[in-house]
């Protein structure tokens, strides 16, 4: 039997891409700290870039031992700090096929061709926008660790704060024969914790070093929050759009804060930021792009039970992270329900009841699609929409509340058709079409109706909040404790209607 998951077009070129990064990353550092003989170093790069083409982790720990020795070479103790750190955050930087590493690595690369600003949208398309926020917030801290080591006021448009070397890289290259580890009693001899912290106390503009970081963070996070790997177009505007956003930010706070590089360098790091962040988006978007495969699930280790226990597994899997990322969105909820619709079938009997039902329909569903929305029957006597902004949900439900007064007036009472309506905004699961059917938003939508009667709108503070202009006036009803809701939510009650009185609802009902 098989399943659907989604792989990577070309996926089996991403271990070389990952190993030549690997390899681009140890030259880089090898260069800046000149400890190994210049014959060693490509040899010593090429088996990290091998380790980062088939074992990853491995790779990530080769590397972090070469580079402690290196540093120790220069400062012991800063060689044995970072030894330290290292070893406790190589399988963080290793996990997953060493994506963290892969972006710290392309930072420390793009630092050499001053395109620092790519890496952090580029982070958050890779990895997302939460895991990818931490990893461009770690790469800029290790760009400055590393600037503040060697002593660099900046490295490439980065101020780093470095004043006086902790690490003399020139005295690592004129080393005689540093593999027979001779210079190492002198390195411990040598130590000097106070010496080691006074250096770092001394770093300049340590407001912009802590600025940093918080930006890079912030252009990750909204790269990935915007991207969408099944819409190239959209992934490739966020990425080039986070990088634009991050250098304007960028420029402007060193400004602000007297940054160390230049206007003439940070203006010409804008274009070029901003080529390899739209090149990156457009490989990963068009040459590597997310596809479905099929997948065998009929594992030979296992017993008949247990596959098809691992098979459902992975179907429940597959369709949660398609559901998130295809599905998942932040909308304005309105849903309605019919007054006395039980009353009215006895009555009036069942076929005029679906009269009514579909008449109201008709009524309500183009009023919700000349507002933007999306719109569905609940499957019985209500409604239920999607909507992009609240002023357009708001809007919307005045003028349903507004055409069924006219159809109305037009009836004999028992022929008339009351509706009420609860707005609230929050995340949703929405269908082919933008209909919502599932998520936190329809929930609480429903429980602000509830507290409705015929005729009446509530909408819940938020929705009242983020609207730039309200279609009528609003009047508040409290705060309200409603059921499987766990904080209390802020009801308004939109007054659509001349002349209307606000009606607060006694108690909400049992069930919605």
């Given amino acids: 039997m098989s399943a659907v998951r989604l792989v990577r077009r070309r996926a089996g070129i991403l271990p070389w891409i990952r190993a030549a990064v690997f390899f681009a990353a140890s030259m880089a550092a090898f260069s800046a700290l000149p400890f190994y003989p210049s014959g060693v170093r490509p040899l010593l790069a090429l088996v990290c870039a091998a380790l980062g083409l088939f074992a990853p982790a491995i790779g990530v720990l080769v590397l972090v031992l070469a580079l402690a020795i290196a540093l120790a070479a220069g400062n012991f103790l800063v060689g044995a700090l970072f030894l330290l750190v290292g070893l406790v955050s190589v399988q963080y930087f290793g996990q997953d096929g060493a994506r963290v590493f892969v972006v710290v690595a392309l930072a420390f690369v793009a630092s050499m061709l001053k395109a620092e600003w790519a890496l952090a949208p580029m982070a958050g398309y890779m990895l997302g926008a939460g895991e990818g926020a931490v990893a461009a917030t770690v790469a800029v801290a290790l760009l400055e660790a590393a600037g503040l080591v060697l002593g660099h006021g900046s490295t490439g448009i980065l101020a780093t704060g470095g004043v006086k070397p902790l690490v003399d890289a020139a005295g690592l290259a004129s080393l005689r024969d540093p593999l027979s580890f001779g210079w190492l009693a002198g390195a411990v001899g040598r130590m000097d914790v106070d010496a080691v912290l006074k250096t770092l106390s001394s770093a300049r503009n340590l407001p912009l070093l802590v600025v940093q970081p918080v930006l890079w963070g912030a252009a990750a996070a909204l790269a990935g929050s915007l991207a969408k790997r099944d819409s190239p177009v959209r992934s490739l505007a966020a990425v080039v759009g986070a990088t634009v956003l991050l250098a304007g930010a960028s420029i402007g706070v060193m400004r602000a804060l007297g940054g160390p590089?230049?206007?003439?360098?940070?203006?010409?790091?804008?274009?070029?930021?901003?080529?390899?962040?739209?090149?990156?988006?457009?490989?990963?978007?068009?040459?590597?792009?997310?596809?479905?495969?099929?997948?065998?699930?009929?594992?030979?280790?296992?017993?008949?039970?247990?596959?098809?226990?691992?098979?459902?597994?992975?179907?429940?899997?597959?369709?949660?992270?398609?559901?998130?990322?295809?599905?998942?969105?932040?909308?304005?909820?309105?849903?309605t329900d019919m007054k006395a619709f039980a009353r009215m079938t006895q009555e009036q009997g069942t076929v005029a009841t679906a009269k009514a039902i579909q008449k109201h329909r008709d009524l309500l569903l183009p009023v919700i699609a000349q507002h933007t929305g999306h719109g569905k029957s609940t499957g019985g006597d209500g409604l239920v929409a999607a909507f992009a902004s609240a002023d357009e949900a708001l809007k919307a439900a005045v003028m349903m509340q507004r055409e069924l007064k006219r159809y109305n007036e037009k009836r004999t009472e028992d022929r008339r058709i009351f509706v009420r309506m609860g707005i609230a905004s929050g995340e949703v699961i929405v269908d082919r079409v933008g209909c919502p059917f599932i998520g936190d938003a329809l929930n609480r939508a429903a429980r602000v109706m509830g507290l409705a009667d015929g005729g009446q709108v509530f909408a819940a503070a938020d929705v009242v909040d983020s609207a730039a202009e309200l279609p009528s006036p609003v009047v508040s009803h409290g705060g309200f404790s409603l059921k499987n809701i766990t904080r209390p939510i802020d009801v308004y009650e939109v007054l659509w209607d001349e002349g209307q009185q606000p009606k607060r609802p006694e108690s909400e009902p049992s069930a919605a």
């Fill in 261 to 335: 590089v230049g206007g003439v360098a940070l203006a010409s790091a804008v274009p070029i930021s901003i080529v390899a962040s739209g090149a990156f988006a457009a490989l990963a978007a068009w040459v590597f792009p997310l596809v479905h495969a099929p997948e065998d699930t009929a594992l030979p280790s296992l017993t008949t039970e247990d596959a098809e226990v691992d098979q459902l597994l992975r179907m429940i899997a597959d369709a949660e992270e398609a559901l998130e990322e295809r599905h998942s969105a932040e909308r304005v909820v309105l849903i």
